[in-house]
């Protein structure tokens, strides 16, 4: 299976990847996890300055297959969330990590990022779970 994940993100368990900028982390989901789900049809996302605890749902992903809650990795404060997904939900299966993204969260503890994935893990991950 051939799998896109970029080598300058940060990854999640959950399917998620973490970019990070200072204290702003934007958060998505991976190639993965969208061809897993299929044609995405609606997404749900938090508001703006909402406080989100570490594994915490955050929203979720409607496609034609089901419904997947999205987890945050992280604590930290929602600081802009991807609007454009409520008229273009499928950009997340065409974009993933790029135009695709979720949310915008500012760290309330950036000693987290420490427990996050990095490609090499991530991708050994789903190799194993998937058992290719």
């Given at each position: 299976?051939a799998?896109?994940?970029?080598?300058?993100?940060?990854?999640?368990k959950?399917?998620?990847?973490?970019s990070?900028?200072?204290?702003?982390v934007?958060i998505?989901?991976?190639?993965?996890a969208q061809?897993?789900?299929?044609?995405v049809v609606?997404?749900?996302?938090?508001?703006?300055?909402?406080?989100?605890?570490?594994?915490?749902s955050?929203?979720?992903?409607?496609?034609?297959?089901?419904?997947?809650?999205?987890?945050?990795?992280l604590?930290?404060?929602?600081?802009e969330?991807?609007?454009?997904l409520a008229d273009?939900?499928?950009?997340?299966?065409?974009?993933?990590?790029?135009?695709?993204?979720?949310?915008?969260?500012?760290?309330?503890?950036?000693?987290?990022l420490?427990?996050?994935?990095?490609?090499?893990?991530?991708?050994a991950y789903?190799?194993e779970?998937?058992?290719?």
């Amino acid at each position: 299976m051939a799998m896109n994940v970029p080598e300058d993100l940060q990854y999640t368990k959950e399917h998620e990847w973490i970019s990070v900028d200072g204290k702003i982390v934007t958060i998505g989901i991976t190639d993965f996890a969208q061809q897993e789900l299929g044609d995405v049809v609606y997404v749900e996302l938090p508001e703006v300055d909402q406080n989100l605890e570490k594994e915490e749902s955050f929203g979720s992903v409607e496609s034609v297959k089901a419904v997947s809650e999205i987890f945050t990795p992280l604590d930290g404060t929602v600081t802009e969330i991807n609007e454009d997904l409520a008229d273009a939900p499928e950009t997340i299966n065409e974009d993933p990590y790029g135009a695709g993204w979720m949310i915008k969260l500012e760290l309330s503890d950036t000693e987290q990022l420490d427990e996050l994935m990095s490609a090499e893990d991530y991708i050994a991950y789903v190799e194993e779970e998937s058992g290719s």
